[in-house]
């Protein structure tokens, strides 16, 4: 017997819409350094949901070397990791780099000194924000508390 009544599908995938980029996000790169891969992991989602460019590294060491100052614009690190800390690195990349931005991830917003920090946990739109806020801050060119030359 014909049945007059096309039938639909009990579930249609549907992506989910994308947020149109922002000018100029494109043109940012984010060095993510966390030893938690979770973390890491989520993160990078959530930035190049964003339209960010984003290198992921899980210790101090690595993000050196994965460290370009033509391309990264913004270092998000962990404070607190194995062997160096996320303020030793911050140090020795603003050596190389005094105008790199700088925005550390810590169970505690006293350890940044005196740079943007992000409060774990934090949500996706938390941190998309306070990335925002610093990208668009003038770099402070900190060494250690002090003025990089």
Known sequence: MFDPVPHKPAHTYQPAPQRPVEPGKSSHTI???DDDSAIRTLVKLWLEM???GVLIAADA?????LYD???VTLLLTDVVMPDISGLELADQLLR???QLRILFMSGSEDASRGFGCVAKPFTGDGLIRRVGEVLKSVPSGQVAGIAAA
């Open 50 to 52: 964003e339209g960010y």
């Open 31 to 33: 060095l993510v350094v």
């Open 69 to 71: 100052p033509s391309t």
């Open 96 to 98: 190389r780099e005094p």
């Open 61 to 65: 060491e690595t993000a050196m070397k």
